[in-house]
């Protein structure tokens, strides 16, 4: 695993600018469709105008129907925006959907908005061939008490350290729930720019999920 993205989850500083617009809490998560893949950011200040731009990296694997002349050619996707408040926290959700990409293929990324030119780091994701299966997943649990979060932060550095070996993260409890400036949380989303991750609530589900609604909506899409 590469030791830049170990650095970021150890080191990363997350700031709490309310008139923020770089993007926060990049994220992907899957659909119904593996031709398709959901992109989730926030910001602390709303923009006017959300977009993602990804392109082609590589074939990962060379098939009849590879084409090579994809690779580099940016395309963009608008997102839709919702405004957000949990407690002191602020921001607005932006959530888009990639659609028609290509099986077994390298995608790079970046979202921010376009009528400032901010964006964020340029990220990567790998697409499965067409259909759902197989894959491997793997699954933890989280519950916000203070001698745990030392436990979960451990869990968070395995999985960075052994990321290649799964395609998708499911993730059951508080952080359908909690405040979204809890430490442990930010550290999720160093991984989950390129894994895509599902979020299910467990003790407190009478409570509607508020961060990551729109990813569990995406499998309805």
Not at 86 to 102: F, N, Q, V
Request: glycine letters at 4%; a negative charge.
């Amino acid at each position: 695993m590469d030791e830049t993205l170990i650095n970021e989850c150890e080191n990363e500083e997350y700031q709490f600018n309310e008139d923020s617009i770089q993007p926060e809490q990049i994220h992907i998560s899957i659909t119904r469709s593996s031709s398709e893949m959901v992109v989730m950011w926030v910001t602390r200040k709303h923009t006017n105008k959300p977009i993602c731009i990804y392109s082609v990296v590589k074939p990962l694997h060379l098939t009849e129907d590879s084409d090579e002349c994809l690779t580099g050619t940016e395309f963009t996707t608008s997102a839709t925006s919702k405004f957000v408040t949990i407690g002191k926290w602020k921001a607005t959700i932006y959530c888009l959907t990639i659609k028609d990409l290509r099986p077994y293929t390298m995608y790079c990324y970046r979202v921010g908005d376009e009528e400032t030119g901010v964006f964020s780091k340029k990220y990567s994701f790998n697409t499965r061939h067409y259909g759902a299966f197989p894959f491997t997943m793997v699954t933890f649990a989280d519950f916000m008490v203070t001698e745990e979060v030392a436990k979960q932060k451990q869990v968070i550095k395995r999985l960075v350290e052994n990321l290649a070996q799964f395609d998708i993260i499911l993730e059951f409890g508080d952080i359908c729930y909690a405040g979204c400036f809890c430490c442990c949380f930010c550290d999720i989303f160093t991984i989950t720019k390129s894994i895509p991750i599902l979020t299910k609530t467990t003790n407190l589900s009478l409570y509607k999920p508020v961060l990551l609604t729109l990813i569990l909506d995406g499998l309805t899409h």
